[in-house]
């Protein structure tokens, strides 16, 4: 679903461009390379562990053997989706078409769409992170701008896979990421459509990524008006009111959690038509 007029340019599907040789085929190709030589089990540890599969492979380092871990596999779908576009490269979707089965399976194992990679620390050891969107669904929501009760941004990364899984099914054409999409969709909508504005409000203060644009794009994949109005629900009135009444109130705030606002926010606007939205979206360009 495409809202018409208020779409002035459509970028070139990246499907229809194939690069000839040079320094762009070769940087595309490193980049390949580098996407390939990851292990799709080790991304999908945490996943298989919180639904009670056995993993396959062990954690990865850094951020991925931390609260904040799954966010990878998101951008990682994303990244070979796009990869798929620009090549037809059948190994890259291969690799899509691998993880989203295996996340098909651990949503079936918590029966209720729920996958996350997610994990939180309680009474000094390291939890699965459901429990902090379990906590969140029962109204008992706690933040300091960067965790929610505690786990590490676990609304960021969220979005990271719900985003890389309309990406799988979108750009790399894997047709089972749409039900596995859907499906994770609503289990966050239920528990959002559940919240007062005020609680909203509260579990807004965290940083969320771009979850307004994901159910947005939702919306314009499926037409089902349930996650238009679950992507403006997902409205933070603190930073985003000021920019809809065009004022700068901007100085200090961590950058990486506002600007997926506005994208989403001018994402809305696109299929909505709310002037407010295009207020807020383009002042915020503009100031920035």
């Not at 807004?204 to 994949?221: D, F, Q, R, V």
Request: with cysteine.
């Amino acid at each position: 679903a495409n809202a018409g007029p208020r779409i002035r340019a459509q970028p070139v599907p990246l499907e229809t461009v194939r690069l000839k040789p040079g320094p762009y085929l070769t940087a595309v190709e490193a980049n390949r390379a580098y996407l390939l030589s990851l292990d799709a089990d080790r991304l999908l540890h945490n996943f298989r562990a919180s639904a009670g599969l056995t993993p396959k492979a062990p954690v990865y380092g850094g951020w991925e053997a931390r609260g904040i871990a799954g966010h990878t596999l998101g951008h990682y779908l994303s990244a070979c989706s796009l990869m798929h576009a620009q090549t037809g490269d059948e190994a890259v979707r291969d690799r899509i078409a691998y993880i989203v089965d295996d996340l098909a399976r651990c949503q079936k194992a918590h029966g209720d769409g729920y996958i996350g990679g997610t994990t939180v620390e309680r009474d000094g050891k390291e939890v699965d992170g459901k429990i902090v969107f379990e906590e969140v669904r029962r109204g008992d929501i706690r933040t300091g701008g960067f965790d929610v009760n505690g786990g590490w941004v676990p609304l960021y990364t969220w979005h990271k896979v719900h985003a890389g899984l309309i990406d799988a099914y979108q750009t790399g054409k894997v047709e089972q990421a749409l039900p596995v999409m859907l499906g994770m969709a609503g289990y966050l909508a239920t528990i959002f459509e559940g919240l007062s504005d005020a609680q909203m409000q509260t579990l807004l203060k965290a940083e969320y990524g771009g979850l307004n644009e994901s159910y947005a794009n939702t919306y314009a994949l499926t037409g089902n008006p349930r996650w238009l109005r679950v992507a403006q629900k997902i409205y933070d009135h603190r930073v985003l009111d000021p920019l809809a009444a065009q004022r700068d109130e901007l100085a200090g705030l961590h950058a990486n959690t506002q600007i997926p606002k506005l994208i989403g926010l001018a994402r809305i606007y696109e299929l909505n038509g709310d002037a407010d939205d295009q207020t807020a979206a383009r002042f915020f360009r503009d100031t920035v």
